[in-house]
């Protein structure tokens, strides 16, 4: 079967649809951009414990290249950035338990940190012609629409769901407005027994948004009111704590793709059980089948987007009102591929609150 990103890569002049406006699946090279803050005199300890992690980096596979700068006006800034032979495989890393021990000797150096994915879409230099097109650039630029799309995850105790979901539902929505450039826009939280999955969107600057919210007494209390039943203990008051806690939660968005932006649809999530080390390669698929959905005219579905860490997969729609689970069901074609990869059917996640911001 040809993959979402053989589609994408077989023809360098090939459009991709102005539809799409966020996809890790086109095959093309990844540059990542690594902006640090070292805390004062800890400049010679983190380039030890970036050296050590630079040697573990170069065994892990689609990793090619990577460089340490340090800033020539301030000497606590460094930039590390590494390329990768496509997004999947460093995605794959960044989101594993084996990351989170490999940058654990960075903490106790660094202030602060802010990273950046970028696919390459031309290069220059000395190169032989046609050689940067062999080494898989991005073909042309996507359309997006200005919105950012991330999501968390995180299991409660077995015999808490109703308690976490009153807890969840009933709060005050925090202030839409970050900053001059940032916005929240949207929040919607889904339960599945003891999943809890929260997927918000942003216009501007994600991580300026995080920290706002986190930062609102109506978010922290609500917070501290969950903690008690969670599956994975946390000290909000201990920023190692948390940190672990929401790195472990990420749920990043790995495909969108939007067909009508004026239409307003019915919200839905699904839940897509994966088996062991199968959850990049089911969310291509489930990309593959949004992407053909949204090039039929006669399709229920009107925005979706994928999330996906490990083997979890979460499938975000909006679809016409009155169309109910048949947006959900997969082409015959796809059925058999993708049960080969779930270990279990999709389940629908029950919808807990949905908000927009007013004033986004």
């Not at 994915?117 to 940067?132: K, Y």
């Not at 000290?235 to 067909?259: G, I, K, Y």
Request: aromatic letters at 4%; hydrophobic letters at 35%.
């Amino acid at each position: 079967m040809t993959t979402l990103s053989e589609k994408m890569s077989d023809q360098s002049t090939r459009q991709v649809s102005k539809k799409v406006s966020q996809s890790v699946f086109d095959g093309s090279r990844l540059r990542v951009v690594l902006l640090v803050d070292v805390n004062d005199g800890a400049q010679q300890q983190f380039l030890e414990a970036y050296e050590q992690l630079c040697n573990q980096v170069a065994r892990v596979p689609g990793h090619v290249s990577d460089q340490l700068c340090q800033s020539i006006e301030n000497p606590s800034q460094w930039l590390i950035t590494s390329e990768w032979e496509s997004a999947p495989p460093f995605l794959t890393w960044v989101n594993s338990e084996e990351h989170v021990r490999m940058v654990e000797p960075l903490h106790s150096c660094v202030r602060d940190t802010r990273s950046l994915r970028f696919h390459i879409v031309r290069e220059t230099g000395g190169e032989p012609a046609g050689a940067a097109s062999r080494r898989r650039l991005q073909s042309s630029p996507r359309i997006g629409d200005g919105v950012i799309r991330h999501a968390l995850t995180f299991t409660v105790r077995p015999g808490s769901e109703e308690k976490v979901a009153k807890i969840l539902a009933d709060y005050a929505s925090p202030q839409a407005r970050v900053d001059e450039t940032t916005r929240l826009s949207r929040t919607s939280l889904f339960m599945h027994g003891n999943r809890v999955v929260r997927a918000i969107e942003v216009r501007g600057d994600l991580l300026a948004a995080l920290r706002h919210v986190a930062r609102q007494p109506e978010v922290r209390a609500v917070e501290e009111a969950i903690n008690p039943y969670l599956e994975q203990e946390r000290d909000l008051n201990d920023q190692e704590s948390a940190r672990v806690f929401f790195t472990r939660a990420a749920l990043p968005a790995v495909h969108h793709v939007t067909a009508d932006e004026l239409a307003e649809g019915e919200r839905q999530a699904l839940y897509y059980p994966a088996r062991p080390d199968c959850g990049m390669r089911l969310a291509e698929l489930l990309a593959q089948q949004d992407e053909a959905a949204a090039e039929d005219p006669d399709s229920p579905v009107l925005r979706s987007t994928i999330f996906q860490r490990d083997d979890v997969v979460v499938r975000l729609i909006d679809v016409r009102p009155g169309t109910g689970a048949r947006a959900l069901l997969p082409e015959p074609g796809r059925q058999a591929a993708l049960s080969t990869l779930l270990d279990g059917e999709p389940v629908g996640m029950d919808l807990v609150t949905d908000r927009r911001s007013p004033d986004a």
